[in-house]
Structures are given as structure tokens and as C-alpha cells.
């Protein structure tokens, strides 16, 4: 389905996760966070910014990931995602939900 | 998603790898979807929060129709040593953490863990012996007082 968020087009699942990653930018990751409740802030990029590195590597994404990343700590990525990190940042992110149940 | 789970309170009795496996992988996965989770180890669960042995549990070989091979095999020196060590292998693959690290994951997702105070006393255990990430020992009337909240749900591994 299709939603309009900072004035941009983006194609969209059930779920509310984008389906076209060419569709993203970075007021459109603002626009979603704030659906989300959340103020983006420089550490939450940093976070966008390493799933962003991951999803072109075609690495999985995990919360042992994460803790490996050396980019911030599980604590760190809970408080700044409150209520579902991954699945918050990957939705921000502009790409698909992860898989993992790890 | 939205859920009407808010919280999962597991009460692991069981140190088989297995069932450690599946109380880590599912109070995590609780974190992970935005629901509170914690853990009460008591009897033999106590030993996956013991320093010493939580990096030694084992699958279980005998009693256990899964495994799939005759019990007096299963039984036998050295089967239970090789086929945790499979398995274990198998996890790896899987990026699954070993014990000690799953549970400091666990802790710093704001998962509490909790000992069984009864359990603790009857194998005579001391706090020394426990984890640091461990948030308490408690009795079960503390343990049944935190799912005093509605959405909780209580499962016993």
C-alpha cells in the first residue's frame, strides 16, 4: 500500500515496513520514527547509519549483532528504541523486518 | 504488532541445554517484540546461572525419544559429552550465543532474572556461587507478586 510521509511517496506492508528501499531518505526516516514516538538524535543515526552498512552487505541483523558492533551496547539500543529495537530501527531504516529470533 | 502480552514470566525447573535454550530464546524474544519478560530459576535451572557449570550443561541422551537412538547407547560414556557438543556446533552456525553470553544479553535487554530461594537453600548455594547480572533471589510469593499486572503470563520450562 501506498502512504505519504514528508511529502514523499513510499510504498509500504501490512506491517507499515517499506518495500522499496529506493523510496528512502532521511526525512522519511524522521517521518517514520515520529510514528514510532521517536526523536531521531544523533545516536540513533549512527544506529540507522550501521543497519544501513549491514543491509547492503546482506549481513543479518541480531541483537548479538548489535553487541558485537562495537557501534553501541544492547542497553544503549533499547533505550534509544524503547518497546522493540530492532524491529523499530528496521522500520525507520526503510528496510524489511528481520527474520532472525535471535 | 500489537499485542495483548505484556509480560512473560518463565520458571525454569530444567538444566538441559534444551530447555535453557528455549527459556533464553523465548524470554529474548519477548524483549525484542516490546514485552516484558524475566526469568525465576529454581531447582535444577539453578545450574544454568552458577558460574561454574553454566558452560558445561549438557543435551539429554537418555529418556529422550527425540534423539532417536536406543536409550543403553545414549547411556553410555562419552554419548551425552558428543552429542551436546553437536549440538552446540549446530547453535553456533545459527549465531546463537553460548550460555554465560546469552545471559548478559538478556540482562542488559532488561530481561530480570531471578533465583528461587527454596532451591538456593536446598543445594546449599550462596550468592557468591550466582551470576552478577542476577536481579534477586526471591521467594515464589515475591515471584508470583510480580505478575500481579494484567497481560502476564506465566510459563513453567
Known amino acids: 500500500m501506498k502512504k505519504n510521509i514528508a511529502q514523499t511517496e513510499i510504498e509500504v506492508n501490512e506491517e507499515g515496513y517499506m518495500t522499496d528501499f529506493s523510496q528512502w531518505n532521511k526525512e522519511v526516516g524522521v517521518g517514520l520514527a515520529k510514528e514510532q514516538g521517536i526523536d531521531m538524535t544523533d545516536r540513533h543515526w549512527d544506529v540507522i547509519n550501521y543497519i ?42 526503510g528496510i524489511p523486518k528481520p527474520k532472525s529470533c535471535i | 504488532m500489537s499485542t495483548k502480552v505484556k509480560k512473560m514470566l518463565f520458571i525454569l525447573s530444567k538444566a538441559t541445554l534444551e530447555n535453557v ?26 545450574e544454568a546461572i552458577q558460574k561454574k557449570k553454566l558452560e558445561h550443561l549438557h543435551v539429554a541422551t537418555v529418556g529422550n525419544p527425540a534423539m532417536h537412538m536406543p536409550t543403553m547407547l545414549g547411556g553410555l560414556p562419552g554419548v551425552e559429552a558428543l552429542a551436546t557438543k553437536m549440538m552446540k556446533k549446530e547453535m553456533e552456525k545459527l549465531d546463537m550465543p553460548p550460555v554465560g553470553e546469552f545471559l548478559e544479553i538478556l540482562s542488559d535487554s532488561g530481561c530480570k532474572l531471578w533465583a528461587c530461594k527454596l532451591a538456593i537453600d536446598m543445594f546449599h548455594l550462596s550468592k557468591e556461587d550466582l551470576i552478577d547480572e542476577l536481579d534477586g533471589i526471591l521467594t515464589i510469593g515475591d515471584f508470583y507478586n510480580r505478575a500481579n499486572e494484567e497481560g502476564t503470563h506465566l510459563l513453567f520450562i
Open chain 1, 52 to 93: 544501513h552498512d549491514m543491509y547492503k552487505k546482506d549481513e543479518p541483523l541480531s541483537i548479538r549483532g548489535i553487541k558485537k558492533s562495537g557501534i553501541l551496547d544492547i542497553k544503549e539500543f533499547y533505550d534509544l528504541f524503547p518497546g522493540g529495537p530492532l524491529k523499530k530501527a528496521t522500520l525507520i531504516a
Open chain 2, 21 to 46: 535454550y528455549a527459556a533464553f530464546v523465548m524470554a529474548n524474544g519477548a524483549r525484542m517484540e516490546g514485552i516484558e519478560s524475566e526469568i525465576f530459576f529454581t531447582f535444577f535451572g539453578l
